[in-house]
């Protein structure tokens, strides 16, 4: 097996699954929503962050390039990020932390032995390992192994998933997983593929298919305000789950706190038309799933 490409190990998580977790998160994500707070999990291949606010421009960065790929001039730092090869030199020698690289390659083995540190942590809050992203399912053979030797290790494995992704790759890892973090976004097609560049077909059907196979399955609802928020799409929700195995549900309220990410990537941030939902509306959505004969938590 190679190795696995990833962007983010983060220790004691609480809002990926239950009890203490150890969250590993996969690069590269077929969609692209529109409100992702993690736009460098987007792509499948490294990627470069600079943050203007911390740069002093003292050209240090530059000096230490090798492919050529910076150049301080007439007061701005220019970067081509078509030839940078992603060394390192540059973050390792600027001293006010204004450039970070998103994505490593790690084999299997470092990836486990950063979750086996926690071991103690799981066994006392019933907590364990979550696979997330970008989306873990487009890595399933490396997911699979992962998830594998999780489960000889007796560490519960939880799977965050958008659900884009061929059922042959769900049936790869299915053995091996606890519990399925599941996402609906939109019901209406049309409107998902406008806002993730998919449409939701796949990920309803996939979702369907892992119920009818009697997966543990926990839903999670990203809400955003003017999106999906309104009565018909959650209507359509409830409608769709239910005779699922679904009985718990996560409503998830969308936030804006990534926004400098999208400039620090050097992209454009398209989130204008969305809006964090109130605090009065998702006690309102929180009530109707809870009518539904669901267990419902806002947060993870």
């Not at 926690?118 to 696979?131: A, H, I, M, N, P």
């Not at 009985?247 to 620090?264: F, G, Q």
Request: hydrophobic residues 30%; contains cysteine; glycine residues 10%.
């Amino acid at each position: 097996m190679g190795k696995t490409t990833v962007f983010n190990i983060q220790k004691f998580s609480i809002h990926d699954g239950p009890g203490i977790r150890t969250t590993v998160f996969f690069k590269g994500c077929p969609l692209s929503c529109a409100w992702c707070h993690n736009p460098e999990s987007q792509s499948y291949q490294r990627e470069m962050l600079w943050d203007s606010g911390k740069c002093t421009l003292c050209g240090k960065c530059a000096a230490k390039c090798g492919s050529g790929a910076l150049e301080v001039s007439d007061g701005q730092l220019r970067y081509d990020r078509s030839i940078c090869d992603f060394c390192g030199s540059c973050t390792d020698f600027c001293v006010n932390g204004a450039r970070e690289i998103a994505g490593q390659e790690l084999t299997a083995s470092e990836i486990l032995r950063e979750i086996e540190k926690d071991r103690v942590f799981y066994e006392q809050s019933g907590g364990g390992v979550t696979f997330s992203g970008g989306e873990a399912m487009c890595q399933p053979d490396a997911l699979a192994e992962l998830a594998r030797s999780c489960r000889e290790r007796g560490i519960h494995v939880a799977v965050d998933t958008c659900g884009y992704a061929p059922f042959s790759s769900f049936e790869k890892v299915m053995e091996y997983t606890d519990l399925f973090l599941y996402d609906i976004k939109l019901m209406d097609s049309e409107l998902h593929q406008e806002y993730t560049g998919r449409d939701g077909l796949l990920i309803l059907d996939n979702l369907r298919r892992l119920s009818e196979m009697g997966a543990n399955i926990n839903l999670r609802l990203p809400i955003i305000g003017g999106i999906n928020d309104d009565e018909e799409n959650i209507g359509k929700i409830l409608e769709f789950i239910d005779g699922t195995v679904i009985r718990e549900v996560n409503l998830l309220p969308y936030h804006d706190i990534a926004r400098n990410k999208y400039s620090r990537l050097g992209r454009k941030y398209e989130g204008g038309e969305m809006s964090v939902p109130t605090e009065e509306r998702m006690n309102e959505l929180k009530a109707r799933f809870e009518k539904s004969g669901y267990k419902v938590k806002i947060g993870g």
